[in-house]
């Protein structure tokens, strides 16, 4: 007998508790909901459960947060994918506030300037491995693929050395993708979105939502409905940002973080690596929220939290609040606060818009190379842009001073030797994301204080 329906109270405790443990990036995320869902809980079957999954991938933004909004949105109709989709990222963000605060308040104590030396090799690190994972399943053979191994080597070049902006990328790869669609097929049939995911397979057993269970009808297309959503999306993003432009103007901190984080949103294939890029353009070089050590080490923290690592926009919304006073001198932790809401809101409400507007008119096309080929391309343009994002990172560690301005001379081989240390652990003996940090941050802090 399939298991009896899941009440409202039952699936919030589930979507909390899943927040809370979501560690281990997109792979270990989706490894957790597929145990949970699939083969304890059963809630859904193993071919719905993938068929979700597979519409997740061809969209930006994190797919682990959207497949959980997305068997919310099935399971409890639209509160059930806000609310699950909500609470993956809630948990996080409160996190990310007080580490963030930490960070600004005390990250120039000895102590604290140690753990943070160490895990920046340890992040170094983790983008090298990120090129490898997306490149392996993306790029395939370059004899079997050169059209795909060109477009990651031109994106490397247009961004490292050109500075191209990351959007003109997205899009020039997207063509290639579609023009290969037509004139060079076999060479965009796989991939798309965020490279495909593996998944143990289980025996089949009735589940809630199984194989046959008819659509259920809040999950029909209707013409009404899709208007509906995407006029309340609009909405919800054209209200707080109308707020936030009559409060401060368009020109202040928090106004500039919505329009620009919603950019991002919409350009993160491949997942938050890919879009890491674009945001050090913009934070980093554009707004001066933040500096590209401080951005190093809200890549770490996010890596250390649960939730989807693209939650490292909250510690750029805090950092750059901070520094802004955007409450004034005597409320820094407030307005911190604030604007790292204020970034997150604007960066996963297009998540919600795509899986609650878009799920069954979407669904339909997926398969088909038309539409898969663009999406293939753009996700080995972000080969070469997590590429070039790496080579960034190791020249930040090896000059912290700055990379030209000491190179080739006096480099810090201790941080070296720890970056290359960390990606033996993490690609060759498949050591966690969590423990080689926490392993760095002590290397860190041993060479600081007692070296």
């Known amino acids: ?76 109709r639209t509160w ?55 490149g392996s399943k993306t790029l395939k053979k370059p004899a ?79 013409k ?6 995407l006029a309340v999306g609009a909405a919800l993003w054209l209200l707080p940002m109308l707020a936030l432009v009559a409060w401060s103007g368009w020109h202040s901190a928090l106004a500039q973080m919505g329009w620009f984080f919603t950019k991002a949103a919409l350009l993160t294939f ?13 934070a980093v070089e554009q707004f001066g929220w933040l500096t590209g050590t401080q951005m190093i080490d809200g890549l770490a923290l996010g890596e250390t939290t649960p939730g989807p690592l693209i939650m490292v926009v909250a510690f750029v919304g805090f950092v750059g609040g901070w520094g802004q006073a955007v409450l004034g001198p005597d409320a820094l932790f407030l307005g911190a606060a604030l604007a790292a809401t204020v970034v997150t809101w604007f960066t996963f409400l297009p998540s919600f818009i795509f899986i609650l507007a878009g799920g069954p008119l979407v669904e339909s096309t997926h398969g088909k190379l038309h539409f898969t080929a663009p999406l293939t391309a753009i996700t080995a343009a972000v080969v070469g842009v997590i590429a070039s994002l790496a080579l960034f990172f190791i020249a930040h560690i090896t000059y912290p001073t700055g990379a030209s301005g000491t190179f080739p001379y006096n480099p810090d081989w201790a941080a070296l030797l720890l970056a290359l240390a960390a990606g033996v652990a993490l690609m060759r003996f498949k050591l966690g994301v969590v423990p080689v940090i926490v392993l760095c941050a002590l290397a860190g802090w041993a060479l600081r204080v007692w070296v």
């Open 1 to 76: 007998m399939p298991p009896t329906p899941v009440s409202f109270t039952e699936a919030l405790k589930f979507w909390f508790k899943l927040g809370c443990i979501s560690f281990g990036g997109p792979a270990g995320q989706i490894a957790i909901m597929h145990r949970e869902l699939v083969e304890q809980r059963r809630w859904i079957s193993e071919k719905r459960f993938l068929h979700a999954l597979n519409y997740c991938m061809l969209l930006p933004g994190p797919e682990a947060q959207q497949l959980a909004t997305y068997i919310g949105w099935l399971l409890h």
């Open 80 to 134: 059930g994918g806000v609310a699950a989709g909500a609470l993956f990222v809630l948990p996080s963000l409160f996190i990310l506030i007080g580490l963030s605060w930490v960070y600004v308040a005390f990250g120039a104590v000895p102590w604290v300037a140690g753990l943070l030396y160490g895990i920046k090799p340890a992040v170094a690190a983790l983008v090298v491995q990120a090129v490898h994972r997306i």
């Open 144 to 222: 079997t693929a050169p059209i795909l191994w060109a477009v990651a080597a031109t994106s490397f070049v247009a961004l490292y050395i050109f500075s191209v902006p990351f959007p003109a990328i997205v899009l020039g790869a997207a063509l290639v993708g579609w023009l290969g669609s037509k004139f060079a097929p076999g060479q965009f049939s796989g991939g798309g979105g965020h490279g495909a995911a593996k998944t143990d397979q289980s025996g089949h057993s009735p589940a809630l939502i199984d194989d046959d269970t008819p659509t259920p009808p809040h999950a029909r297309f209707r």
């Open 224 to 229: 009404s409905r899709l208007l509906t959503v």
């Open 270 to 282: 491949g997942g938050a690596y890919a879009v890491l890029p674009y945001v050090y353009q913009g």
